[in-house]
């Protein structure tokens, strides 16, 4: 199990930009794929990001793809999102999740692919 911790959320101005960070405890960071998920009031939480071991594979949904960019430093034991453009719509408690897997390539897009969830951070877009 890894331990997740979420930062860098906070209110921003449309058209504005914010970079989440999570925190992940532990020496096998690298085994696991990592992913970026989010949770509006009344709405169902829903997927934003996610990259591979390796970093080399990402997706995203249509939503954020173009403005969102995920990624990950192996060596520090952290992953990014980098939002830029930010829309009212974006507004949400973002989370960081984590799947140990032994596929080198493989970046998830289904909640139930992750066990290991952080707390959360909210991420507000005033317009």
């Known amino acids: 199990q890894v331990q997740l911790v979420e930062s860098g959320g906070g209110l921003v101005q449309a058209g504005g930009s914010l970079r989440l960070s999570c925190a992940a405890s532990g020496r096998t960071f690298s085994m696991y794929a990592m992913g970026w998920f989010r949770q509006s009031p009344g709405k169902e939480r829903e997927f934003v990001a996610a990259?591979?071991?390796?970093?080399?594979?990402?997706d995203y949904p249509d939503s954020v793809k173009g403005r969102f960019t995920i990624s990950r430093d192996n060596a520090k034991n952290m992953v990014y999102l980098q939002m830029n453009s930010l829309k009212p719509e974006d507004t949400a408690v973002y989370y960081c999740?984590?799947?140990?897997?032994?596929?080198?390539?493989?970046?998830?897009?289904?909640?139930?692919?992750?066990?290991?969830w952080g707390q959360g951070i909210q991420v507000t877009v005033s317009s």
């Open positions: 999740a984590a799947a140990i897997t032994y596929s080198i390539g493989s970046a998830y897009t289904f909640q139930r692919n992750y066990p290991d």
């Open positions: 990259i591979s071991r390796s970093g080399g594979t990402t």
